[in-house]
């Protein structure tokens, strides 16, 4: 009922903004991609204009490329001459950024410790082709720095990065965010790297010095920053190190200070903006009312309660009636952008993504192309989700949180079951929907990329596993990853097999120009379940799937489930 219901708003909505017509014939997914209602008569319309102008023009503009301001073709010429120059080499720069120059795009970042994204940021690409240019004009001062510089030609880049962030050793917040963390909590972390002698990206790679978890209870990702990783020093006082809390707002995230030893967000409260540690007695923001602490503060004295009001005292006592347990495992709350820029940091000091031949760390291995499929995955369906016109970004992003709303139950079944359980389910909810195939893929592709691209895991699982559900097995490896690292989902790596099974022989959907991804990965995941190092990973032959792969998954699902 619930898909048949989302389907008559749809329609409705359609009807609002448009007749819903035929998809064009030879349409690419996003002609046909329906998100909610109100995005789904905007392709459609859109769909038709185009369709029009293609009649009128056919005899002219039949492979009419898609329009580019000269301006924005040289500089993307520019970044690929740079990328050339400095061994990433993506091909003859012709101003179209495409697969080649994003994964060379996303090596450079990997070097530079910056979030892979493939994409570049504004001071990524002023970074690049600054290196470039001075590489370019050459003298005294750029031959003493390639031939002293232990990465040689590279060394302009880190040579320009330090120049343009403060110089080594003192880092300055210039705005945005670092490893995908929102720029309160980014402007904290460069602080904290400023008067600690350390690099921020080195910091938030730190385990246990970026937790997350959704404290005020609002449905939003808060942050926990614990300096106790740094040892005793500025940010101590005796055994109790700064804390710092950035709870959610509709406006930001607010700061909440605490001293404390062994921090974790189990020991904190939150009310809103209003963050308490549990064992106080007060809360720490000057001047907030008793009355914004958690109904969680459970035991505290009189005068705490007291201090509230009979309306406080009211929600502590509800909270203190007995209720019935639960013990179910809650999916973590992790930042898949946090958990990247740290796989970024390990690879640049690998100097280089892991290959099969020299893979000596199956998890990190794994972890750098999942964040490379990740930077695919965001490119692609941002391209596509700009061909809707009339619509911001921001009605995109809530009709595809709606989307993964509608398979909250799918995405949860991917946690516990094996792979062909789960494809049933989904078919299920696609046989459902009432939508035919071509506009299910050019949602799921949009959804897939929003997903990621704000770090909503159950939008980014629940479009993947749509793609799958429609034969797409390329997109099953997402959800291998996802169960690898547990992100968005319980970890399983047992169940991961069966998805990196179907993908590493289905057409490859992310960096297409790299084949030796799958064996990669096949040898990864096989290594990460048990299979030795040593050993040569089971290969597939013509007609015979993967020896020893799809064996080796049952077993190890039918292990966990008896476990």
């Not at 031939?147 to 880092?171: F, Y």
């Not at 009312?289 to 009211?314: C, E, I, K, R, Y």
């Not at 909270?319 to 820029?341: D, H, Q, R, W």
């Not at 099974?501 to 096989?526: D, H």
Request: hydrophobic fraction near 40%; include cysteine; aromatic fraction near 6%.
């Amino acid at each position: 009922m619930k898909h048949k219901a989302w389907i008559t708003g749809a329609l409705a909505l359609g009807i609002a903004f448009g007749p819903v017509g035929p998809v064009a014939a030879g349409g690419s997914d996003i002609v046909g991609g329906v998100i909610g209602g109100i995005i789904g008569g905007a392709i459609v319309n859109e769909a038709n204009r185009n369709r029009t102008t293609r009649t009128r023009t056919v005899t002219r503009n039949v492979y009419r490329a898609p329009s580019m301001s000269s301006a924005q073709r040289e500089q993307n010429r520019e970044v690929q001459a740079s990328l050339n120059h400095f061994g990433w080499n993506v091909g003859r720069p012709d101003g179209v950024l495409g697969r080649n120059s994003r994964t060379g795009i996303s090596q450079y970042q990997a070097f530079m410790d910056f979030p892979i994204t493939g994409n570049l940021s504004e001071l990524e690409r002023t970074i690049l082709t600054s290196a470039y240019q001075k590489a370019r004009l050459g003298g005294s001062a750029v031959a003493q720095t390639i031939s002293t510089h232990p990465q040689g030609m590279r060394g302009l880049l880190v040579e320009t990065r330090e120049q343009m962030l403060g110089g080594a050793g003192s880092p300055k917040y210039a705005g945005g965010t670092i490893g995908g963390l929102p720029p309160e909590v980014s402007e904290a972390v460069f602080e904290i790297a400023r008067n600690s002698n350390v690099q921020p990206q080195q910091l938030i790679a730190r385990s246990g010095f970026v937790q997350l978890a959704d404290m005020n209870a609002d449905g939003r990702t808060d942050y926990l920053l614990d300096t106790s990783v740094l040892g005793q020093g500025f940010w101590c006082n005796g055994d109790n190190c700064t804390v710092r809390i950035f709870a959610s707002t509709p406006q930001g995230y607010e700061r909440n200070d605490f001293q404390a030893v062994g921090a974790t967000p189990a020991m904190f409260t939150c009310r809103q903006a209003t963050c308490q540690k549990l064992d106080q007695t007060a809360p720490v923001m000057a001047g907030a009312p008793g009355s914004n602490l958690s109904t969680q503060s459970q035991g505290l004295p009189d005068t705490v309660m007291a201090s509230g009001g009979p309306a406080f005292a009211a929600q502590l006592s509800e909270a203190n009636t007995p209720t019935m347990p639960s013990f179910a495992a809650a999916v973590p709350t992790v930042s898949l952008a946090s958990y990247c820029a740290k796989v970024g940091l390990v690879t640049s000091s690998n100097g280089g993504f892991m290959t099969e031949a020299a893979m000596s760390d199956a998890d990190q291995a794994l972890g750098e192309q999942f964040c490379l499929a990740r930077g695919y995955a965001i490119d692609s369906g941002e391209a596509m989700a700009a061909k809707i016109s009339g619509f911001t970004p921001d009605q995109v992003t809530a009709q595809c949180r709606d989307f993964g709303a509608l398979l909250k139950s799918e995405v949860a079944s991917a946690g516990i079951s094996p792979r062909d359980v789960v494809i049933d389910q989904v078919k299920a909810f696609v046989a459902g929907s009432g939508m035919s195939p071509a506009q299910l893929t050019g949602t799921a592709k949009i959804c897939l990329s929003v997903g990621y691209r704000t770090d909503d895991m159950g939008v980014a699982i629940g479009s993947a596993l749509v793609l799958s559900a429609l034969g797409q097995d390329g997109y099953g490896e997402l959800i291998g990853h996802h169960l690898v690292r547990g992100i968005g989902t319980q970890e399983r790596r047992d169940l991961a097999l069966g998805w990196y099974e179907k993908s590493v022989t289905a057409t490859p959907v992310f960096a297409p120009g790299q084949p030796e991804r799958n064996a990669l990965i096949r040898k990864a995941a096989l290594v990460i379940n048990g299979h030795s190092m040593t050993e040569p990973a089971p290969t597939a032959t013509k007609g015979a799937g993967l020896p020893g792969f799809a064996n080796m998954a049952a077993d190890l699902v039918t292990t966990g489930a008896a476990q």
